[in-house]
């Protein structure tokens, strides 16, 4: 079975998209980047690294020094599909963090984000 294509694009290539999702609500650059170094612990000097080399997005969670644990926590759905439902690991983390980022867009505090999904 073929991958998907977005295993293959540079995560530098739709990082720009998620601080625009995010900046038309209102929120922040550095909201975006603390969800993402909370979810793949990413420092944010290695985040700016790994944008830098235009890793693939296969490979950034690949290379991801901590995935929270937390993480299987996060529930909802995005484009159309549950997140604790998708079977493929990357495809998974791939939705986890659009999870995110939906909810930070659509106005919820940062911390509410983040403790929401530790406190199961």
């Not at 999702?21 to 290695?46: F, H, M, N, P």
């Amino acid at each position: 079975m073929a991958k998907h294509k977005i295993y293959t694009m540079s995560f530098a290539s739709v990082y720009p998209h998620y601080v625009t999702k995010a900046e038309r609500k209102g929120r922040t650059k550095t909201e975006v980047d603390e969800i993402i170094c909370w979810l793949t612990g990413y420092s944010q000097e290695e985040l700016v690294e790994q944008l830098k080399k235009e890793t693939n997005f296969e490979n950034f969670f690949a290379e991801a020094p901590h995935l929270n644990p937390s993480r299987n926590l996060i529930k909802g759905v995005v484009c159309g599909v549950r997140v604790e439902d998708i079977e493929e690991p990357t495809m998974q983390e791939i939705r986890y963090l659009d999870k995110l980022i939906d909810e930070l867009a659509k106005g919820k505090a940062l911390e509410k984000i983040l403790r929401k999904v530790q406190k199961h």
